[in-house]
């Protein structure tokens, strides 16, 4: 039989086999073998990034992170947990490129991890990113906000490891500006310290536990906020509380703390002594 009139038919069926092998990797568990797509959604839009990255299966999240450029080893770590749930957000930074933060919360590793990507060509990629250290409760977040102007935003990072170990875990606060792609940190300070050691000049012990929250305040006739910090800390049993405020100084190119004022059980401020 002349199968040379069949031989373009041929030819066609095992380009487009070859192709479809190309475009969908193919990932083996055992006997089985499942098709994993790695194709970011075409609108780029912030709930469909969302959903391909946290409605997916475990291997295919680590593909799918691995394919915006996040490392093999924070991905790997980062999925084996259902209830993690990956934070994508566009995020404002002055530039007319497009730019996205993600955050990988605490999960089987040491760090969370969190990712500054721009979109080019088509598609979001790593551009510049920071490990924050999850020791002490694993409760590392982050929030994007605009703080210093209304239409630029900065990331807001809660809780990362700042030191630990024989009776001391530390845990700090940090303001991160993008800029040109790149995670500037902007302002750093405690969060959480808490202490528990014998007193190094008597008998007893020397036990503190120190907490702040931190709010944006909106200044009145600007469309910029300044950064509330109230902190109490219970010093062997004893609580005080007080407050601060930070701003920035454009000048110094920073921001500012004021001075703490202690706040009472009635509200009032006072100047600290």
Known sequence: MDIRPLLPILGLLLSNGLHAQQSEPVARSGDSTQTISIQQPDSGEPREMRAWLNLAKEQQQIERLMSLGVDEQAAEAA?????VYFRWNPIRTGSREPFAT???PCNEGDDAHLYVLAHENKLWHVVDG?????H???SVSVEVAPVRRSDVDEVLVHHSGA???AGISEQNFHVYSVLDGKLRLELDTDEVIKVSRPHLSSKGRYDLIQQSTFVLIPKKLSDSKVIEETRSSTLNDRLTVHRRLFRWNAAKGRYLP???MVVDAEGDIHPQS
Not at 79 to 83: A, F, V
Not at 130 to 134: E, G, H, I, K, V
């Open 258 to 260: 004021s001075r703490f």
């Open 136 to 138: 002490y409760d694993n």
């Open 102 to 104: 993600l955050f990988l």
């Open 79 to 83: 999925t084996p947990s259902r209830s």
């Open 130 to 134: 920071a490990a924050l250290d999850c």
């Open 163 to 165: 030191g630990h170990g």
